[in-house]
């Protein structure tokens, strides 16, 4: 399985982004090829976390391609700098 973390910093509402990632986003990664789960996470400080699995690194990669058309055409207000993203094979894991 593939990883893509992104952290985004400035967010002006919380409340907001959330609303629109679930309303918005989800529905469009999570029919990707491949995918196996999608957490958005507020951190507080106006930071926000996403992490985004999946079986396969294509569709890991095309994931951060969906994000960023997401975010410009979406939530540019909400999320105004670019986030870090950090990608990679899942390696170790426990779900319960």
Known sequence: MYVTV????GVTDPSEAGRLVDEGF?????????????????AGDGVMVSTSVFEHKDAEEQSNWAAGDFV????ASLLPN?????AGE??????S
Do not use: C
Not at 6 to 9: A, G, L, M
Not at 72 to 75: E, G, P, Q, S, V
Not at 82 to 86: A, K, L
């Open 26 to 42: 989800i529905p469009i990664i999570s029919e990707m090829p491949g995918f196996v789960a999608y957490y958005w996470v507020d």
């Open 90 to 95: 899942l390696v170790a894991h426990k779900a």
């Open 72 to 75: 410009a055409n979406n939530l």
């Open 82 to 86: 670019p986030p870090q993203i950090t």
């Open 6 to 9: 992104r952290r985004y910093e």
